[in-house]
């Protein structure tokens, strides 16, 4: 009897000698492909197949990475807002005091240049308060008799006039608005140079009054201080002529105006010195030419 193995058990060559047939095989590969190049194009078409299994095998990789940049940059965003609104709400206070800081220095500056380019003196001073009346357009500024402050005069602010003193106290005075019912100011028309006087209506708006119906007036026209009542010095801003209403059956036209100043606003006003009386000229009279001396012979007729 034959005790061969079957075919199917034959273990072929030896371990060893597969692994020194092997390990020739790679050298000699190693060798012709660093001399020859020759593998070249087999690595090329091999990356073909292998480029979208490393692209696949990096995708969970990827993912996992990502998520947890994701994850980590949220909770630093959700710590550093916190720490802003904390940092926001420390400083509110301080925050809205430099804005309104910001804004007077600004509006101080404004009136500043007002005063130097109308070649006129004044001093700053500070609206308080507007008192509870429904039927005067009125506010109190934080200077009077100890700033040498005198009823009648003018407050301006940087864009026109504000209104006129009419009361003062010690450490207060009371400005009537030029909005004020009670209210009246010469002006003049720029475009056209006509003269009128503008009242106040008591609702915000003025009034130019005693033009006829068929006057140059515009809507959009700029009212000046005409510097008639010895009071606003020339050429101030007043209003600024918002609505016309013509009726041919009236004698004058209705003429609604918006005042040019922040008149309704709180805020920083400069009340400018009064102005000075203007000197009226004495008539200078030469006194009598002596009587002629009378002759001797017309004295000794007289006294016979």
Same mark, same amino acid.
Do not use: W
């Given at each position: 009897?034959?005790?061969?193995?079957?075919?199917?058990?034959?273990?072929?060559?030896?371990?060893?000698?597969?692994?020194?047939?092997?390990?020739?095989?790679?050298?000699?590969?190693?060798?012709?492909?660093?001399?020859?190049?020759?593998?070249?194009?087999?690595?090329?078409?091999?990356?073909?197949?292998?480029?979208?299994?490393?692209?696949?095998?990096?995708?969970?990789?990827?993912?996992?990475?990502?998520?947890?940049?994701?994850?980590?940059?949220?909770?630093?965003?959700?710590?550093?807002?916190?720490?802003?609104?904390?940092?926001?709400?420390?400083?509110?206070?301080?925050?809205?005091?430099?804005?309104?800081?910001?804004?007077?220095?600004?509006?101080?500056?404004?009136?500043?240049?007002?005063?130097?380019?109308?070649?006129?003196?004044?001093?700053?001073?500070?609206?308080?308060?507007?008192?509870?009346?429904?039927?005067?357009?009125?506010?109190?500024?934080?200077?009077?008799?100890?700033?040498?402050?005198?009823?009648?005069?003018?407050?301006?602010?940087?864009?026109?006039?504000?209104?006129?003193?009419?009361? #003062?106290?010690? /450490?207060?005075?009371?400005?009537? &608005?030029?909005?004020?019912?009670?209210? +009246? @100011? %010469?002006? *003049? =028309?720029?475009?056209?140079?006509?003269?009128?006087?503008?009242?106040?209506?008591?609702?915000?708006?003025?009034?130019?009054?005693?033009?006829?119906?068929?006057?140059?007036?515009?809507?959009?026209?700029?009212?000046?201080?005409?510097?008639?009542?010895?009071?606003?010095?020339?050429?101030?801003?007043?209003?600024?002529?918002?609505?016309?209403?013509?009726?041919?059956?009236?004698?004058?036209?209705?003429?609604?105006?918006?005042?040019?100043?922040? #008149?309704?606003? /709180?805020?920083?006003?400069?009340? &400018?010195?009064?102005?000075?009386?203007? +000197? @009226? %000229?004495? *008539? =200078?009279?030469?006194?009598?030419?002596?009587?002629?001396?009378?002759?001797?012979?017309?004295?000794?007729?007289?006294?016979?």
């Amino acid at each position: 009897m034959d005790h061969q193995p079957p075919p199917f058990f034959k273990r072929g060559p030896a371990p060893l000698a597969r692994l020194s047939f092997y390990a020739m095989l790679s050298l000699a590969l190693l060798f012709f492909d660093s001399r020859f190049q020759t593998l070249e194009l087999l690595r090329q078409g091999v990356s073909l197949f292998t480029y979208p299994v490393q692209q696949g095998v990096h995708v969970p990789i990827e993912f996992l990475q990502k998520s947890a940049d994701y994850f980590s940059s949220l909770s630093r965003l959700e710590q550093e807002n916190a720490l802003l609104k904390r940092d926001r709400l420390s400083n509110a206070e301080v925050l809205l005091r430099t804005r309104q800081l910001e804004a007077e220095n600004e509006r101080l500056r404004r009136l500043l240049e007002v005063r130097e380019q109308k070649k006129i003196s004044g001093r700053v001073a500070q609206i308080i308060y507007a008192p509870r009346d429904p039927f005067s357009r009125r506010v109190v500024v934080d200077k009077g008799q100890q700033d040498r402050f005198s009823a009648g005069q003018p407050v301006v602010d940087d864009a026109g006039v504000i209104g006129q003193i009419t009361r #003062v106290f010690p /450490f207060v005075s009371e400005i009537t &608005l030029i909005t004020d019912k009670d209210q +009246a @100011i %010469p002006v *003049q =028309i720029l475009r056209t140079g006509q003269r009128s006087v503008v009242f106040g209506l008591g609702d915000g708006r003025l009034e130019l009054r005693f033009l006829p119906t068929n006057a140059d007036v515009q809507n959009g026209d700029l009212l000046l201080t005409s510097g008639l009542d010895g009071v606003f010095p020339r050429g101030l801003p007043v209003a600024r002529v918002a609505h016309i209403e013509r009726d041919t059956s009236y004698t004058f036209a209705r003429i609604y105006c918006l005042p040019m100043a922040a #008149v309704e606003s /709180f805020g920083e006003v400069m009340v &400018l010195d009064p102005r000075e009386a203007l +000197a @009226i %000229p004495e *008539q =200078i009279t030469e006194p009598p030419a002596p009587a002629p001396a009378m002759r001797t012979g017309a004295k000794r007729r007289l006294r016979r």
